[in-house]
């Protein structure tokens, strides 16, 4: 039998029936936040907040830790994602994460969760070394409907006490001088394959600057147990341009690689 949550922590002299306990979490505050708000922006909604939260303790004063929630809604805005009018989607709330992580030299990747509060399908945890930092994903639609929002929202949560042991140093490089070549390749691989496999591989080639998973495809055109992956790879050579057939000798011995170890095929 699953034990109840614990209540919040309740205030001894509240102003109001409303601010009764305090918050076990952000997302509350941020989905009213949006609901107030929706009807004002006729494109897209990114906010955020970054606070503390209560967390009860038997016989004792609560745990204060500081928490970081975002909401993402509606169109991309073209100030700060690339196309316009489409509709924001998981991608976008998982490349925000990567963005802030990447700044801050936290080498992260994302594994299957089970957050109540999150789509079951269509949510991952956000993991640093063998810690769980975060969860991204969609906003369990039970949840959206309680807020009166009739648009997909996705929602981001990373935790700043299990962040910050995770901190690395940057390294900066000098701005390459050599033009770099850019290659999109969509490979076929099984459908427990997870991306974090994929880009490991491209990790242990050093002339790859840069990879992006662009696309994630299943459907009529892919067989049965298996999914599309597809990538935009950067080629850069810190003192010569490469010409195309260097490129595609590189990437030949990368479809090499991702074959024999992930029995991944090239989409022809």
Not at 136 to 146: D, F, Q, R
């Amino acid at each position: 039998k699953k034990r109840p949550e614990p209540l919040p922590v309740r205030i001894v002299n509240p102003t109001s029936a409303e601010q009764e306990y305090l918050r076990p979490a952000l997302r509350g505050a941020l989905l009213t936040a949006l609901q107030q708000n929706k009807s004002f922006s006729e494109d897209g909604l990114l906010l955020f907040e970054l606070g503390k939260v209560y967390l009860p303790k038997v016989g004792d004063l609560p745990d204060e830790p500081d928490m970081l929630c975002g909401v993402i809604y509606g169109k991309r805005n073209t100030r700060w994602w690339q196309g316009e009018g489409a509709k924001v989607d998981f991608f976008d709330a998982k490349g925000v994460i990567e963005g802030l992580l990447n700044r801050l030299s936290i080498n992260a990747h994302f594994e299957k969760s089970a957050d109540t509060g999150l789509h079951p399908v269509v949510q991952a945890a956000v993991i640093a070394g063998d810690t769980q930092i975060g969860v991204v994903g969609e906003l369990h639609p039970a949840i959206a409907g309680h807020f009166e929002v009739p648009e997909t929202v996705y929602l981001f949560e990373l935790s700043i006490p299990a962040l910050l042991p995770h901190l690395g140093q940057k390294e900066y490089k000098p701005i390459g001088k050599f033009p770099a070549t850019i290659r999109d390749i969509a490979l076929i691989l099984d459908a427990g394959v997870a991306n974090k496999q994929v880009l490991d591989i491209f990790k242990g080639f050093s002339l790859i600057t840069s990879v992006t998973l662009f696309d994630v495809y299943t459907g009529d055109q892919i067989p049965a147990g298996k999914k599309q992956l597809a990538y935009r790879l950067t080629f850069q050579s810190p003192n010569r341009t490469f010409t195309d057939e260097e490129v595609n000798k590189i990437q030949q011995q990368i479809l090499k690689k991702l074959a024999s170890e992930l029995g991944a095929a090239l989409r022809g």
